[in-house]
């Protein structure tokens, strides 16, 4: 079966610009979650939905960031005002629902900010 | 809050020996403690999950791990290493207040000489 994918793969944008991160979860997973994983360290939590609603958003480093999940399904992250500092793998994970079970990741998108 | 280290960046072995990746983990309850890897430009896969169940956890392609309280450590194993083994593994501890927000140590990068 199909398994989490994101969009774009692979995005470049310049300082100051607004970006959108798409995350296709798998179907029927009620939990969605967004990790930021920066060169050379392990993955680190952004933001957790529980079907529409952010059950966890304190990951969000700050006001720039922005997640929804409108329909309970496809979930989009938001970055204002991208800094250099936001250039890191964008990874969203799902899972069936929020108690314990597996996380499955998607591929990740690779921003980058010049 | 919840945490991991993993004590070594790199790991180098040759193939057909024993895989020792060492993690440890700080806890102010008792923890779900999980292994991924993430092979170069794939999605993180989770390795095997400990969820306070019998403490030698045995998880996919020949690994296992073995939750220690006494030393707060959770230590992948695998006895015959596999060129297919070369990858980045992350040690991985639940924490937030649904249990869900997963906290990733800062990786090892296992090589696998033939």
Redesign the interface.
């Known amino acids: 079966g199909a ?2 994918s994101q969009t774009p793969s692979n995005k470049v944008t310049e300082k100051g610009k607004y970006v959108e991160l798409r995350c296709d979860p798998i179907s029927g997973h009620t ?1 969605l ?1 967004w ?1 930021r994983q920066s060169l ?6 952004l933001i ?1 939905f ?1 079907g529409t609603g952010a ?2 958003d ?2 969000l480093p700050n006001d720039r960031f922005f997640a929804v999940r409108p329909e309970g399904s496809v979930s989009t992250l938001k970055i204002q005002r991208t800094e250099r500092g936001d250039s890191a793998v964008y ?1 969203c ?1 799902s ?1 069936l629902n ?3 079970n ?7 998108t690779r921003l980058t900010v010049l | 809050a919840q945490s991991v280290t993993q004590l070594d960046s790199h790991v180098s072995v040759s193939e057909g020996t024993p895989v020792l990746l060492r993690c440890n983990y700080s806890s102010s309850y008792s923890p779900s403690l999980f292994w991924y890897v993430q092979h170069p430009n794939k999605g993180l896969q989770l390795l095997l999950k400990y969820t306070s169940a019998a403490t030698l956890v045995k998880g996919i392609n020949g690994f296992e791990a073995e939750f220690k309280k006494s030393e707060t450590s959770f230590h992948l194993t695998k006895p015959s290493a596999h060129m297919s083994d070369a990858a980045e593994y992350f040690c991985v501890v639940s924490d937030g207040r649904y249990g869900n927000k997963l906290v990733f140590g800062a990786g090892t990068i296992l090589r696998v000489k033939s």
């Open positions: 398994g989490v939990a979650y990790y050379g360290q392990g993955p680190e939590f957790y529980q059950a966890d304190s990951g990874l994970a899972s929020g108690v314990l597996e996380q499955f990741f998607g591929p990740g």
